[in-house]
């Protein structure tokens, strides 16, 4: 079910942003659940962290103002609540800030890279609607609803969630 569902929602994008894979990241392109349904129109966030991540986004929101997207990310560690541990630094942290809202967030990452119990989440820690654990052939996927439990942790004034 939730499977189709995120097909369904990448189907109905005009736009992806996708990730060069780096050393054992999952390329999102190789993962069958989106095959076939990614769409045409794609931007690559190259793999060096050289380029500015609100410089960039600023220019893509400019450029794609009508548009929906899937954000494709890649990170170290993720949960099922959407948590999501990059290589430090918060480059993509600071991206997807300054993305518009409405866009949809894919976290995709291998088995050994997901976590059963929850990560420690910061307050600028972007959390991703969507969670796609790949191996082998067998995709698991999970949607989150981070963002919006994101916004309700804010609001009460808490630091943090672990």
């Known amino acids: 079910m939730e499977q189709q569902r995120l097909r369904d929602l990448v189907a109905g994008c005009p736009l992806a942003i996708l990730y060069s894979p780096i050393g054992d990241e999952v390329d999102p392109v190789s993962i069958r659940e989106f095959s076939g349904v990614l769409p ?53 942290d600071r991206f997807l800030a300054a993305l518009p809202e409405d866009w949809i967030w894919i976290g995709v ?36 609803n981070a963002r919006k439990k994101k916004t309700d942790y804010e609001e009460s004034g808490e630091k943090g969630v672990s």
């Open 40 to 92: 045409t129109e794609r931007i690559i966030i190259p793999p060096s962290k050289e380029t500015d991540p609100i410089e960039l986004a600023q220019e893509i929101r400019e450029k794609y103002t009508d548009h929906r997207a899937c954000v494709f990310v890649p990170g170290r560690m993720f949960d099922a609540r959407g948590t999501r541990t990059g290589r430090g630094g918060g480059w993509y």
């Open 109 to 144: 990452t291998s088995a050994a890279h997901y976590s059963n119990e929850p990560l420690a989440r910061q307050v600028w820690d972007q959390p991703m609607d969507w969670v796609v654990v790949h191996e082998n052939d067998t995709d698991v996927v999970f949607e989150t």
